[in-house]
């Protein structure tokens, strides 16, 4: 069974960057697609980042584009999230996911196929 758990959350301000970790207890992490999302509050869960499992092919969406970025070691077993210039409207719950890659699409994987979750850090940005 697929164990994640994410590191790294923590109170900063406006502009700094934080870089989360996500550890997985697994030697089989490339079989496996890599998401990112965020729980704020008032706010759906959304997705910030994912990353196949290759690690040549990531997605953000238009809130976080050119300023997160996902990255993932299959042989340390993990993946990591690089957040540059955060806002105030970045704070929430961060959790790392998987989905096992079973040849649906990318897309569709990030956004539904994640059945593995961490428990979450807490990310607050604030002066």
């Known amino acids: 069974q697929l164990r994640l758990v994410e590191s790294g959350g923590g109170l900063v301000q406006p502009g700094e960057s934080l870089r989360l970790s996500c550890a997985a207890s697994?030697?089989?992490?490339?079989?496996?697609?890599i998401g990112w999302f965020r729980e704020a509050p008032g706010k759906d869960r959304e997705g910030v980042g994912c990353i196949s499992t290759s690690g040549d092919t990531t997605k953000y969406p238009d809130a976080v584009q050119g300023r997160f970025t996902v990255s993932r070691n299959n042989g340390d077993n993990a993946a990591y999230l690089q957040m540059n210039g955060l806002k105030s409207e970045d704070s929430g719950i961060y959790y790392c996911?998987?989905?096992?890659?079973?040849?649906?699409?990318?897309?569709?994987?990030?956004?539904?196929?994640?059945?593995?979750w961490g428990e979450g850090t807490s990310i607050t940005v604030s002066s």
């Open positions: 996911a998987a989905a096992y890659h079973d040849g649906s699409s990318f897309d569709w994987q990030c956004k539904n196929g994640m059945i593995y």
């Open positions: 697994v030697f089989a992490l490339e079989n496996y697609i």
